[in-house]
């Protein structure tokens, strides 16, 4: 089935509201207004905590609010780092009739290679 990138999806979670977009090349747009948790989950990845530390330093975020658009490498990195924690953004983000990604489009899966850490950058940073 070909995406249709012009359709609005949405993710709710714990008081968390966010809006977005899934591209054709499975990267997820999140648009401005939506809003982004100010804390973390303990068990949060290093990675995600660093993209979230730079939407923050460089003012794409601002008291819990995306300011402008961004673009994820995929719907599960953007869900990860709106809520702070590992997410499976098929599961998350939802049309408006609360349509998952993975039933509209269960042939996708998130691009492997999204801008995540491998184990061996996770130790070659320590």
Known sequence: ??????MLL???SNDIKATGYYLRDNRFRVN??????????PSCRPNVKQ??????????VKDGVFISDYLFGSPSTAASCI???DKNG??????????TLKNMYPDRDDNPDDGQLSLEDIASAQ
Do not use: H
């Not at 089935?1 to 012009?6: L, Y």
């Open 51 to 60: 993209k979230r530390k730079e939407l923050i330093d460089n003012g794409i």
């Open 1 to 6: 089935m070909e995406i249709d990138e012009d």
């Open 90 to 99: 098929k599961i998350l983000w939802k049309n408006d009739s609360g349509v």
């Open 10 to 12: 949405y993710l709710d």
């Open 83 to 85: 809520l702070g924690g």
């Open 32 to 41: 401005k207004d939506s809003y982004f948790a100010q804390t973390e989950v």
